[in-house]
């Protein structure tokens, strides 16, 4: 009975929770994808297996509901391993609930991808990236950031 119950409980928040798929792209892949000159876009880089990343996850999700409706695009890049991509990654995002966009960064090599984003980034994650290509703005910051930070910066260029 107890066996039962828990597989009926399995399958019933697997048709709940919207399982998000999960693109593997290219830094030029993302420079392309966050390039509309009308959006203001927040892309943050981090990996599961990075504990300051998994505890800032939630100013993102925070981020995603503040900015809904607006010309502003949240997008997580996952730097984690290809042996976890895409499963684990997959269940992660699934039980952490996750919101925003969610791309597998697929380059391999730091010393070709970092300065694609960004010279001044040092390769340590978190780190976030702040683009309104139609204002010509870049802002790039290394290590935890919050909503609130976050939005000084953003909500300024919305204007």
């Given at each position: ?34 390039s ?50 895409p499963?684990k990654?997959a ?69």
């Amino acid at each position: 009975m107890k066996h039962s119950l828990l597989i009926f409980s399995l399958l019933i928040f697997s048709f709940t929770t919207p399982a998000q798929q999960i693109p593997a792209y290219s830094a030029e892949d993302i420079i392309a994808h966050t390039s509309g000159k009308d959006t203001i876009y927040i892309i943050n880089f981090w990996a599961t297996w990075c504990a300051p990343c998994v505890h800032e996850l939630p100013e993102f999700n925070t981020l995603q509901k503040y900015y809904e409706g607006k010309r502003v695009k949240v997008l997580l890049v996952s730097l984690d391993f290809k042996e976890d991509y895409p499963g684990k990654l997959a269940r992660f995002l699934q039980m952490k609930n996750i919101m925003p966009e969610v791309v597998w960064l697929s380059d391999t090599n730091p010393n070709t991808f970092i300065p694609k984003i960004d010279n001044s980034w040092q390769g340590s994650i978190p780190a976030t990236l702040i683009v309104a290509p139609g204002k010509q703005f870049k802002k790039f910051m290394e290590g935890t950031v919050t909503a609130k930070k976050i939005r000084k910066i953003a909500d300024p260029l919305l204007h």
